[in-house]
């Protein structure tokens, strides 16, 4: 069983090494198109975020913070999150900043998550500008603090970190597409390669005579070559 399965090893390594130019060439061209695709096609991404943390404001009289008060703000969290991202604020966030923009054209640039268990909000802004990815950024963080007030009644939202212009961006990433792409044309190519020789059925060497056909072979005639 172990001189079959040495066997099959064998034959699997002679398969890549006779058919190794097409795997290479495959793996090229996925490497080849992957590297214009990311350095000539694709838009530069940059990002940015504003965060904000709910709790007392600076103006506050209170100097001590109870512990009910933190679990009632980390409650207030996810829906603040919701509102950030309402058409209430993204509507005023357009007149603001003069966009010809929808609200929904804003959302898909948007990202507002909240850090775990905590009282932070990180409102994220993804674009190929990236000084009006900072200025919609800090626009909404500033929108979403005045609606939450009119909306909850409550003065509990503080900027801790404002929004500034990236210098790098984020996407593409073409030595990690490029990476990707040759171990999927690597793939692609074994693949092929194997099915190449998975459906060819014929009979080349007197080896393969004895291994699918189980008969003897008798003789062998050499190829002549006329001077």
Do not use: C, H
Not at 36 to 47: N, T
Request: charged share 25%; hydrophobic share 50%.
């Amino acid at each position: 069983m172990a001189l079959n399965e040495e066997m099959e090893l064998k034959d699997l390594f002679e398969i890549i090494r006779k058919r190794l130019g097409l795997i290479v060439i495959i793996t090229l061209v996925a490497v080849l198109l992957s590297a214009v695709i990311s350095f000539f096609l694709l838009d530069e991404v940059y990002e940015t975020s504003t965060t904000l943390m709910v709790g007392k404001t600076q103006n506050s009289q209170a100097n001590t913070i109870e512990y009910n008060d933190i679990l009632a703000n980390q409650k207030l969290v996810k829906t603040y999150s919701v509102i950030a991202k309402s058409d209430r604020v993204l509507d005023k966030v357009v007149e603001k900043l003069q966009l010809d923009l929808k609200p929904a054209d804003l959302r898909e640039k948007i990202a507002v998550t909240s850090e775990g268990e905590t009282e932070i909000i990180r409102i994220t802004v993804e674009d190929t500008d990236p000084a009006f990815a900072t200025d919609l950024a800090n626009a909404i963080a500033e929108v979403f603090m005045r609606e939450v007030v009119d909306i909850m009644k409550l003065d509990n939202v503080q900027v801790i970190d404002v929004a500034k212009v990236p210098q790098e961006p984020v996407k593409p990433k073409p030595l990690l597409n490029i990476a990707i792409a040759g171990v999927l044309g690597l793939m692609l190519g074994l693949g092929l390669v194997f099915l190449i020789e998975y459906l060819d059925n014929t009979i080349k060497m007197s080896d393969d005579i004895e291994r699918y056909l189980e008969l003897p072979v008798l003789g062998v005639i050499p190829m002549y070559e006329e001077q």
